[in-house]
């Protein structure tokens, strides 16, 4: 069964540093997604992509943040110069159809920020 | 607005014994619910959907959830708890008219040997 997938798993980065984390969203699908869970907290929506642009974006995703598809298969997620509290798991979905589909999710990447 | 509310954050039970996970959720529009789990150290695993079809919906691994207008409810269920069941269970609803997603706060689902 196709999966989503991302890459590193964990992630080390002084505070201050950028930092790129990636994933592959399943082929055919056309939304992507990202969230952040905090260590014991529940999963926040950070943003939604779509034909190459951001179609949603929560209070959570300022400046620091940014989104791309740099190319068919990958769809990264850049924080600018990361601060502590950037700490947290970030998973990457993606679905074929807006609203009624199901997100598939990937494994996600955990960042350590120091 | 939309919001999801899980009542429990923890449930402990014992093997073999019934599982019942609550959610209550709040939507303008016709919403999708869909329930997750997500193992230790692992990504969010979809368990099964609601999308406007059967009220009972069927998932993985035994679980099932039932659709309730009225009472704006979408709890999910499983008949005889498995230790390997035990993880953490996510309610979530989006709106079908956008891309809203909400996620529920989580309940850690504890099994008792």
């Known amino acids: 069964e196709p999966e989503v997938t991302q890459t590193p798993s964990h992630q080390v980065t002084q505070m201050g540093q950028e930092v790129i984390l990636r994933c592959v969203p399943i082929?055919?699908?056309?939304?992507f997604y990202w969230y952040r869970q905090i260590l014991g907290q529940k999963v926040e929506f950070l943003v939604s992509?779509?034909?190459?642009?951001?179609?949603?974006k929560s209070e959570i995703f300022d400046d620091q943040f940014s989104v791309e598809r740099p190319d068919g298969s990958n769809f990264t997620l850049k924080i600018r110069s990361t601060k502590l509290e950037d700490s947290a798991m970030y998973f990457c979905?993606?679905?074929?159809?807006?609203?009624?589909?199901?997100?598939?999710f990937g494994d996600g990447t955990r960042l350590s920020i120091l | 607005a939309q919001s999801v509310t899980q009542l429990d954050s923890h449930v402990s039970v014992s093997e073999g014994t019934p599982v019942l996970l609550r959610c209550n959720y709040s939507?303008?529009?016709?919403?999708?619910l869909f329930w997750y789990v997500q193992h230790p150290n692992k990504g969010l695993q979809l368990l099964l959907k609601?999308?406007?079809?059967?009220?009972l919906v069927k998932g993985i691994n035994g679980f099932e959830a039932e659709f309730k207008k009225s009472e704006t409810s979408f709890h999910l269920t499983k008949p005889s708890a498995h230790m390997s069941d035990a993880a953490e269970y996510f309610c979530?609803?989006?709106?079908?008219?956008?891309?809203?997603?909400?996620f529920g706060k989580g309940t850690r689902l504890h099994i008792l040997p």
């Open positions: 939507s303008s529009y016709s919403p999708s």
């Open positions: 979905a993606s679905r074929l159809q807006r609203g009624r589909g199901p997100q598939h």
């Open positions: 992509f779509y034909n190459n642009e951001i179609s949603e």
């Open positions: 979530v609803v989006t709106r079908n008219r956008d891309d809203k997603i909400i």
């Open positions: 609601y999308t406007s079809a059967a009220t």
């Open positions: 082929s055919n699908h056309l939304y």
